[in-house]
């Protein structure tokens, strides 16, 4: 049970001569400067290297994200400091509280309406984003995840 996130990080390697030649990056992250400066995210994925991959990448365009394992940690995440967060990162396939079910109660029990909840899955099914949509998410994207999508779906919704 779970999701794989893929990243393409641009960075130098080593010092000297490479250092003038980085890896190149599918999406160069914040090539004109951190553009999600001030954001508060709610990343929520069972892979810890998903997290930390997903994290690092949002500290680079300026956000801050607070890693929770499960659905159910995002739950009483959301219960407790509702005001944290400007948007809601949720993996669909995580064990305790999937997706579709922390969305639901995010959205019917606490009553979050307004609060972004973008769901990332390497599923690409219909049938599964339809789902996903119908519990309460507010986009549905792709893994990989491209940072580049995901500033704009942000910048869509009023955030970066």
């Known amino acids: 049970v779970g999701s794989t996130f893929w990243f393409e990080i641009g960075f130098a390697l080593g010092g000297g001569q490479d250092a003038q030649h980085p890896v190149y990056a599918r999406t160069p992250l914040a090539p ?5 400066q001030g954001l508060h995210l709610l990343a929520v994925d069972d892979n810890d290297t998903n997290l930390d991959l997903l994290s690092r990448a949002l500290l ?8 929770v394992r499960d659905g159910r940690q995002a739950v009483l995440a959301l219960k407790s400091r509702p005001e944290t967060f400007d948007a809601v ?3 669909l ?7 579709y079910e922390a969305t639901r109660v995010i959205r019917q029990q606490l009553g979050l309406t307004e609060i972004p909840i973008i769901i990332f899955s390497a599923a690409v099914l219909a049938e599964e984003r339809q789902r996903a949509m119908d519990a309460g998410a507010t986009r549905f994207l792709s893994k990989p995840v491209d940072i580049e999508e995901l500033v ?9």
Do not use: I, K, Y
């Not at 680079?60 to 890693?67: H, I, Q, S």
């Not at 779906?153 to 970066?160: A, K, N, P």
């Open 32 to 36: 004109q400067g951190p553009r999600l």
């Open 60 to 67: 680079l365009e300026g956000a801050e994200a607070t890693p």
């Open 89 to 91: 990162l949720m993996d």
């Open 93 to 99: 396939q995580m064990p305790v509280m999937d997706g």
């Open 152 to 160: 704009a779906v942000l910048s869509h919704h009023g955030h970066g």
